[in-house]
């Protein structure tokens, strides 16, 4: 399994990102995907995530900013993330998880809100 996060970057405050995770080796539409984000010195935190229904659930702290989605498709799982603020900087992880209880993770990419 191989989860290829991308899209992060720079950016400003009140600004706007999305982040792709491609999925390989696991299909998106039937597990349960999820973005965590961990800040330096904090744990790894839950921030959205998605089931195969599709039923979606979200961190309170990003809760009507940050929409989790999937592309069948392209077997690939976005986090379109508005209105970001300073405190939302981290790395972001892609997580995947099986009914099994297998997780994997992907290698993370970076989102700093700044000025």
């Known amino acids: 399994v191989q989860l290829q996060a991308s899209g992060g970057g720079l950016v400003q405050p009140g600004g706007s990102l999305r982040l792709s995770c491609a999925a390989s080796g696991i299909d998106v539409s039937s597990n349960v995907m999820a973005w965590y984000r961990q800040a330096p010195g904090k744990q790894r935190i839950l921030v959205a995530g998605?089931?195969?229904?599709?039923?979606?659930m979200y961190a309170d702290s990003v809760k009507g900013r940050f929409t989790i989605s999937r592309d069948n498709v392209e077997n690939t799982v976005y986090l379109q993330m508005n209105s970001l603020k300073p405190e939302d900087t981290a790395r972001y992880y892609c997580?995947?998880?099986?009914?099994?209880?297998?997780?994997?993770w992907g290698q993370g990419t970076q989102v700093t809100v700044s000025s």
């Open positions: 998605i089931t195969g229904d599709p039923r979606t």
């Open positions: 997580n995947g998880m099986r009914n099994t209880g297998r997780e994997y």
